[in-house]
């Protein structure tokens, strides 16, 4: 578990630069689960309330060890990188207009922002390929990124209509195939 401890010090960039990390550790390189069981915790991890690396460190160290799993994934994650906040928030209004400071942030927003197109892009290629997937990826991007609807009330809305796909309408169907003749 102690894994989420490097994952926690080595990224910037909050809990979407972490899920590429995460993959290639987890899945790709401990084989701890396969792809598609991270990816199922990764979208319970969304759709709760609190952050999506905290959330999903907590799911992954359940699957993996439990409850003392969950909360050793936990504090391994949010540890080093309270540390960190800690060291530099007595030092940060001193060092902010410094021009070194803020090219490394400068640096470091870059890396997060590849670290987070990764994450999509890795997640988006092992989606299934559907007509039905393709609808909820273009209409949650566009509800998202142009009327500006709160990512919250997309994914909400995505669960229902999952559910309403994926669970209810296959059991109605399997239900009128036994009643016909």
């Not at 060092?95 to 870059?110: F, Q, S, T």
């Amino acid at each position: 578990m102690l894994v989420f401890g490097k994952f926690g010090a080595l990224t910037f960039g909050g809990g979407y630069a972490i899920i590429a990390l995460m993959e290639d550790e987890i899945v790709h390189r401990r084989r701890w689960m396969t792809t598609d069981e991270l990816m199922d915790l990764i979208a319970i991890g969304e759709s709760t309330p609190g952050p999506i690396a905290v959330n999903t460190a907590t799911f992954v160290g359940y699957k993996l060890a439990g409850i003392i799993g969950s909360i050793v994934s936990v504090l391994a994650l949010v540890l080093p990188a309270w540390a960190v906040i800690f060291a530099i928030s007595g030092c940060y209004l001193t060092l902010r207009d410094n021009p070194w400071v803020a090219a490394a942030l400068g640096g470091i927003r870059v890396a997060a922002i590849v670290l987070i197109i990764q994450a999509c892009l890795r997640m988006g290629m092992k989606l299934k390929r559907n007509w039905f997937n393709g609808i909820m990826l273009t209409a949650s991007f566009y509800l998202v990124a142009f009327p500006s609807v709160s990512a919250f009330y997309v994914i909400m809305g995505a669960l229902l209509i999952g559910l309403l796909w994926h669970g209810i309408r296959p059991r109605f169907l399997l239900k009128n195939q036994e009643e016909q003749p």
